[in-house]
């Protein structure tokens, strides 16, 4: 800093700050704050519905393109990455010395973008464990439902579910097909659980529209539609439940030239007493 510099500066910021000489005001100037917890930045969030991106703070940064599948692969593997693992994974054409420049290269754009969701040491990669992840928030929002251990808030149905049932449309590596897959049964098997979870708290109208996502997602999938049609019956609308059985039903016998399961059927045609009787009449749980 120029001597000019320096009393330009010391008149933008008050001389009431800056009391030594030049000399001993420029020593404060380089010495490193002392950063108390609050002020210390918030992790980054990493966006794989719509993404992928990250988020720091309010502002959205893009990955640079050289990087998304690396960043995409460390997070999806739910743990710490072998780094020769990923360098052979992502880049396998070519010796091991030109995969490994291609990671550093892709690391350090994503370091040049801001992105510092990644941890690594000379061994393995890994995504920073304070960083927000919507794939992983969604997976864990699903455990606590299919495990039956939900607390009020996860009662509620994810806003990022069609998302999800089409995780990063587009990529055709195995890995992100395996994991793609994988979240959209477990997805389902959540709505299906929290359907019923709902209708035993004869919160039937919330139970409903739970059901229908599944059915929507997957028309297809028997319980999903046993699910909605259990709902149904639960509130004691059994003309619903015959019509939206008629309506698989014919779906099923034109796309796949089969029937629904005879227990489905019972079901419907058996007006829903098995499943009335099942219900306890509990208030609301939240």
Same mark, same amino acid.
């Given at each position: 800093?120029?001597? &000019? +510099?320096?009393? #330009?500066?010391?008149?933008? %910021?008050? !001389?009431? @700050?800056?009391? $030594?000489?030049?000399?001993?005001?420029?020593?404060?100037?380089?010495?490193?704050?002392?950063?108390?917890?609050?002020?210390?930045?918030?992790?980054?969030?990493?966006?794989?519905?719509?993404?992928?991106?990250?988020?720091?703070?309010?502002?959205?940064?893009?990955?640079?393109?050289?990087?998304?599948?690396?960043?995409?692969?460390?997070?999806?593997?739910?743990?710490?990455?072998?780094?020769?693992?990923?360098?052979?994974?992502?880049?396998?054409?070519?010796?091991?010395?030109?995969?490994?420049?291609?990671?550093?290269?892709?690391?350090?754009?994503?370091?040049?973008?801001?992105?510092?969701?990644?941890?690594?040491?000379?061994?393995?990669?890994?995504?920073?464990?304070?960083?927000?992840?919507?794939? &992983? +928030?969604?997976? #864990?929002?699903?455990?606590? %439902?299919? !495990?039956? @251990?939900?607390? $009020?808030?996860?009662?509620?149905?994810?806003?990022?579910?069609?998302?999800?049932?089409?995780?990063?449309?587009?990529?055709?590596?195995?890995?992100?097909?395996?994991?793609?897959?994988?979240?959209?049964?477990?997805?389902?098997?959540?709505?299906?659980?929290?359907?019923?979870?709902?209708?035993?708290?004869?919160?039937?109208?919330?139970?409903?529209?739970?059901?229908?996502?599944?059915?929507?997602?997957?028309?297809?999938?028997?319980?999903?539609?046993?699910?909605?049609?259990?709902?149904?019956?639960?509130?004691?609308?059994?003309?619903?439940?015959?019509?939206?059985?008629?309506?698989?039903?014919?779906?099923?016998?034109?796309?796949?030239?089969?029937?629904?399961?005879?227990?489905?059927?019972?079901?419907?045609?058996?007006?829903?007493?098995?499943?009335?009787?099942?219900?306890?009449?509990?208030?609301?749980?939240?």
């Amino acid at each position: 800093m120029t001597q &000019r +510099d320096y009393c #330009r500066y010391r008149r933008g %910021i008050g !001389e009431a @700050t800056m009391t $030594g000489s030049p000399g001993e005001d420029l020593a404060l100037l380089a010495a490193p704050p002392t950063l108390r917890a609050a002020d210390a930045a918030p992790s980054q969030e990493l966006r794989l519905f719509g993404g992928p991106y990250v988020v720091d703070g309010n502002r959205p940064i893009s990955v640079p393109e050289g990087s998304k599948r690396l960043l995409v692969f460390i997070a999806l593997r739910r743990g710490r990455v072998d780094r020769r693992q990923a360098a052979g994974t992502l880049w396998p054409n070519g010796d091991d010395e030109r995969a490994a420049g291609n990671l550093r290269s892709a690391l350090w754009r994503m370091k040049g973008a801001g992105i510092s969701v990644v941890r690594a040491d000379k061994y393995a990669l890994w995504l920073d464990p304070q960083a927000r992840f919507d794939v &992983r +928030d969604l997976d #864990r929002w699903a455990g606590r %439902i299919i !495990e039956e @251990t939900a607390v $009020g808030a996860d009662l509620r149905m994810p806003r990022c579910s069609l998302d999800a049932v089409d995780l990063l449309p587009g990529w055709y590596d195995d890995w992100v097909i395996y994991e793609r897959e994988r979240l959209r049964q477990r997805l389902l098997h959540a709505l299906e659980s929290l359907s019923r979870t709902l209708a035993k708290s004869r919160l039937f109208a919330q139970a409903i529209e739970v059901a229908l996502e599944g059915v929507r997602i997957d028309p297809l999938r028997e319980s999903a539609l046993r699910v909605l049609v259990e709902a149904h019956l639960a509130e004691g609308n059994l003309c619903e439940a015959r019509r939206i059985y008629r309506d698989y039903s014919d779906l099923v016998r034109r796309e796949l030239g089969i029937s629904p399961d005879p227990e489905l059927q019972a079901l419907v045609e058996g007006c829903g007493q098995t499943v009335l009787r099942t219900l306890p009449r509990a208030r609301t749980p939240f």
